[in-house]
Structure formats: C-alpha cells, structure tokens
Nanobody, 125 residues
Framework: VQVVESGGGPVQTGGSLRLSCAAS?????????MGWFRQAPGKEREFVAA???????TYCSDSVKGRCAISRKDKATVFLQMDKLTPEDTAVYYC???????????????????WGQGTHVFVSS
C-alpha cells in the first residue's frame, strides 16, 4: 500500500489549506480508515483529524476544532481542510491509513499501518 499526500506549500496567516491523500493498493476493494497528523519543528507528532472509511464518522483534534474539516472522496482518498491558519500550524503534515471494515476512525498513530512521506505547510506571519 502506498500513501501519497499533496497540497502543501506556503500560506499566509489567516489563509486556508486543503490537503489531499490517496492510498493505493493492488487490491482495489480495500477500504481504508485514514487520518492526518502533523509535526512542527522541534515538536512531537500530533494527531489532527481522522475519518472512517466511508466518511460517516470524522473527528478533529481540540487544537484545530472549529477550523478543521476532514472529508472522503472514496474509500481510499481523504481531504483535510483547515482555515484561519496561524504560524503555529506550520508543520509537516502526514497522512496515515489502515485497512478497515468497520465504521471506526483512529486517533492514535500506532493504530495506522501505512504512512505517507509528508507534505510541508508553512504559514507566514
């Protein structure tokens, strides 16, 4: 399984970002629960948002709640929309995936099997 993120780059304070992530596998029938994490310079990786494979259940962390939206295109693609960005949102954003048959989403990094390489988001003041 490969996980690939896209959509990072420079953003001005107060702006928005929309990240995309796609999981690909030889078995096209696989369904993935997916999530986003981020790691700022000098800080530990933190959970941002997660969604069940069908997008029916989603969750954004308290640190971004109110300006975060996670959504699904299909069972292997997920989007992260964040608004009102500040320099504190500067980080490498990682997409994570795990094969899943239930409607669960996961907020712990250890619950995910597959990770992308990360996409950089830089919010300028």
């Amino acid at each position: 399984v490969q996980v690939v993120e896209s959509g990072g780059g420079p953003v001005q304070t107060g702006g928005s970002l929309r990240l995309s992530c796609a999981a690909s596998a030889e078995d096209s029938l696989l369904k993935f629960a997916m999530g986003w994490f981020r790691q700022a310079p000098g800080k530990e990786r933190e959970f941002v948002a997660a969604a069940s494979w069908n997008g029916l259940f989603t969750y954004c962390s308290d640190s971004v709640k109110g300006r975060c939206a996670i959504s699904r295109k299909d069972k292997a693609t997920v989007f992260l929309q964040m608004d009102k960005l500040t320099p504190e949102d500067t980080a490498v954003y990682y997409c994570a995936a795990r094969t899943e048959h239930t409607d669960y989403y996961y907020i712990r990094a250890d619950d995910y099997y597959y990770w992308g390489q990360g996409t950089h988001v830089f919010v300028s003041s």
